[in-house]
Structure formats: structure tokens, C-alpha cells
């Protein structure tokens, strides 16, 4: 079955430390997306894509970077720039029509 | 730029009761709308959309009509389940500004009483 897997579903982070988190997706959508989840305050967006080798910041992208280098792929590193990285990630797709979303079952990282 | 308000939760019914959760949205362009719902430790799925003014998008029970002239889609269902125990966002996407990206509202928690 096609769809989005995001790993790990549980992350752990010293203070100072890098962490890398993984989207796939094996549904042959161009877009991709990343969204950060707190409490309270909805899903922000992170970093998008809408093409390999190409992606733009999103509201949110300080202390964050990303890459795009296969279509299936795009992962999210949390930087110790990130000053409160503690919170529910999630990754999505899209054919960017109307509707065409597609989330992942998300990575809880919490800092240590 | 774009935004999305929600009616502020938590929501708190009896099995079998009517549920409105509201929806207002601003957007510079020609958004389409939808509702996502969450259930505990998981990713966003889809409920219902809707890509023009007048359409009403519906899903297992749940229905929302986009209002242009009042830029609302609030969501309805009239008979809710334990089931149906979720976060509910609402959601815009605006063709005319930003390809793709979704703008979401601050989520609606809804808990369904026995």
C-alpha cells in the first residue's frame, strides 16, 4: 500500500545535539512538506517542497534544515540552533491539487 | 496573509448529541477548505473538503458548506459517536498564493461522553 513512513516514531535529544528525522513516501507526489505540532497552537509549517533538488522555507524554518536529493525522500534535521525543539513533527505529501494530502503518523522528539 | 480560527475547545458532548465546531478563514486568493482529524498519537487524516463557494463537503456523518460571503466552514455532524473522539482542524490551501501549502486552524478537541 502506498503511503508516508516517518521514523522514529520516538526520538530523544541531549541539549546541543543534532537529530535527523525521516519522511518516505512511496506515492509519486512532487510536493512535500514538514509541520511542527505543539499543543494548543495547530500544525506551522516547517520547510516545503515541490520538486527535487528545490525547497523553500516555510514560517517556522529557523533551526531546522531539510533536503530534497530523491522524490521519495525528505528529511528533517533539528539543529542545536533550534532553541525549543521538543514537539510532535509531521510529514506530509501532496499531488498539489485540492485534497491531495497525504501526513505520515508522525515523530515525537523531545530534548533531554 | 492566510489564516484560519476555530472555535476554542476542548468540546464536550454526549453520545447522540449535535456537534458544531466553527470555522472562519482569511486568504488573499481562491482557498480551498477542509477539516482533518487526529486521533491520539497519530498523523492528520482527511474528513472532507470543499473547492469552491456553495460546495459542501461531507464524510461518515460529518458535512461543512463553504460561505464565501461569511468566509466560514464550519463543521456539523448530527448524531456524535464515542468514536468520534478526535482533535478536528480546519484547513485552508490558496491556489492563488502559496502552491500547496496548507494553513491550519489551532485544532478543536472533542471528547464523546457514553
Known amino acids: 500500500d502506498g503511503g508516508i513512513t516517518q521514523s522514529p516514531k520516538y526520538l530523544f535529544r541531549k541539549e546541543g545535539q543534532n537529530v535527523t528525522l525521516s519522511c518516505e513516501q512511496n506515492?509519486?507526489?512532487?510536493?512535500m512538506y514538514w509541520y511542527r505540532q505543539d499543543p494548543g497552537q495547530g500544525l506551522r509549517l516547517i520547510y516545503y517542497?515541490?520538486?527535487?533538488?528545490?525547497?523553500q522555507k516555510g514560517d517556522i524554518a529557523e533551526g531546522y534544515s531539510v533536503s530534497r536529493e530523491k522524490k521519495e525522500s525528505f528529511p528533517l534535521t533539528v539543529t542545536s540552533a533550534q532553541k525549543n525543539p521538543t514537539a510532535f513533527y509531521l510529514c506530509?505529501?501532496?499531488?498539489?491539487?485540492?485534497?491531495?494530502?497525504?501526513f505520515g503518523s508522525g515523530t515525537r522528539l523531545t530534548v533531554v | 496573509g492566510d489564516s484560519v480560527t476555530q472555535m476554542e475547545g476542548p468540546v464536550t458532548l454526549s453520545e447522540e448529541a449535535f456537534l458544531t465546531i466553527n470555522c472562519t478563514y482569511t486568504?488573499?486568493?481562491?482557498?480551498?477548505l477542509f477539516w482533518y482529524v487526529q486521533y491520539p498519537g497519530e498523523g492528520l487524516q482527511l474528513l472532507l473538503k470543499?473547492?469552491?463557494?456553495?460546495d459542501k463537503g461531507s464524510n461518515k456523518g460529518f458535512e461543512a458548506t463553504y460561505r464565501k460571503e461569511t468566509t466560514s466552514f464550519h463543521l456539523e455532524k448530527g448524531s456524535v459517536q464515542v468514536s468520534d473522539s478526535a482533535v478536528y482542524f480546519c484547513?485552508?490551501?490558496?491556489?492563488?498564493?502559496?502552491?500547496?501549502?496548507?494553513?491550519f486552524g489551532q485544532g478543536t478537541i472533542l471528547t464523546v461522553h457514553p
Open positions: 506530509a505529501s501532496s499531488t498539489g491539487a485540492a485534497g491531495g494530502y497525504t
Open positions: 506515492l509519486n507526489h512532487d510536493a
Open positions: 517542497s515541490q520538486i527535487v533538488n528545490d525547497f
Open positions: 486568504a488573499t486568493g481562491y482557498p480551498s
Open positions: 470543499a473547492t469552491k463557494a456553495d
Open positions: 484547513a485552508l490551501t490558496d491556489h492563488g498564493t502559496s502552491y500547496g501549502k496548507l494553513t
